[in-house]
């Protein structure tokens, strides 16, 4: 054994001073002899490994004696392997040189604390506990990937959030980190849950409980629509809400509800799907933000928006009714565009016709009044002169579309007492013959 305090050649505890002698003993104990300065063997057995065998038989069953030879060894086999951990040889009957002098290699007195390998106890204990310090301190060495921050918590308290990279922390139970991924976005479904890629399809199962909602104007409409969203305070996200996909799903829910609380259905299966995702969005992210949740809402998309199943037949009805209403209406709205600016422009024109029938009656009355007021004037001053050019004119105007013929009762001579004056107008006028002429002259 390594121990300095057993003897080298298996006899009993002597004093030190050299190989082969032996120290009295008194027979009711193992201490040694009144006298003896050689100190009692730390577990109880004043005898050397290879010698002891005998003693120990011989003092089974005494008071005071010795543990048994079972526990001996595994004390023995204990020491050996620790020190041959730390670089020790020997022999097993305490030579611990080559010299046999029961001293162990590291000359150590046999009086003295025991030591390994020339390694005091303190040295020993020492060298053990830096090696666990340094393991213990190394455990707080840790990485943060790309996608992720690092929430270092003290005492179960968040402290600071680390950004990616090899980073330290002091070792637990201290400080620990947690890891959430804050770049994945995050899908939630609601009113219905979808089979394979996240998009929605036929053969998708429908939550109706989530889905079925009531719009503005007191009509049931079937919602189906997804969340996206991811986290924006890591430690917000850990420490202030407990279940953070079923709180962002509840929260989704009851926004869109509130939004097509305030929305007709007519809208809300046409245009205005884009406002509706917008305004739950809104609405979504306020709400989180008053939580402290740390959870920023990317995208609201409707999937499907529909009436119920169960009245779509009477709803489809409706909606062509609807349109049948539409498209009449297009047409009578067509039919007035189209009548309005023609009877406008009629209209119009009737209206300038009979201001220029009005202007052109009023010119020629003033016209008129002004030609009797200069004829008056005239008459007043030659009245024969007038009288006759009065008569004249009024002929003029009797007399020029009248077919007119003159008769000659006073002609003579063989000559014809007619004179078709409208048709010699309308003949061209030809020269007279030389036989008319002399007759006309001499009449």
Known sequence: MPWSNQGSNGGNNGSGDGPGKDAPKDKSSDKPASGGSAPHNPWGQSEGIAGGSSSSKSSAGKPGSRPQ??????????????????????????????????????????????????????????????????????????????????????????????????????????????????????????????????????????????????????????????VFWVIKDPAKFLFNIREPEETVKKVAESAMREIIGRTEIQPALTDARQRIENDSRQLLQTILDQYQAGIEITQVQLQRVEPPPAVVEAFNDVQRARQDRERLRNEAETYRNDIIPRARGEAERLNQEAQAYRDQVVDLAQGDAKRFQQVLEAYAQAPDAASRRLYIETMEQILKGTHKILLDDKAGGGAVPYLPLNDMLKTPTHPATPTAAPAASAK
């Open 69 to 226: 030879p079972g526990l001996e060894d595994a004390v023995r086999q204990s020491g050996e392997r620790l020190r041959v951990l730390l670089g020790g040889g020997g022999g097993r009957n305490g030579a611990g040189g080559p010299g046999g002098n029961g001293r162990p290699r590291g000359g150590a007195p046999s009086g003295s604390p025991f030591t390994l390998n020339g390694w005091s106890t303190g040295r020993v204990i020492g060298v053990g506990v830096a090696a666990v310090a340094a393991l213990w301190l190394a455990t707080g060495v840790y990485r943060v990937a790309a996608d992720e921050q690092g929430v270092v918590l003290r005492f179960g308290k968040p402290v600071r959030v680390e950004q990616p990279g090899l980073r330290y922390h002091l070792p637990a139970p201290i400080e620990q980190v947690l890891l959430p991924q804050v770049t994945r976005v995050n899908r939630i479904e609601i009113g219905y849950r979808s089979q394979g890629d996240g998009r929605r399809s036929v053969s998708d199962r429908d939550v109706a409980d989530e889905s079925t909602m009531l719009t503005g104007d007191e009509n049931i409409v079937d919602i189906d629509f997804a």
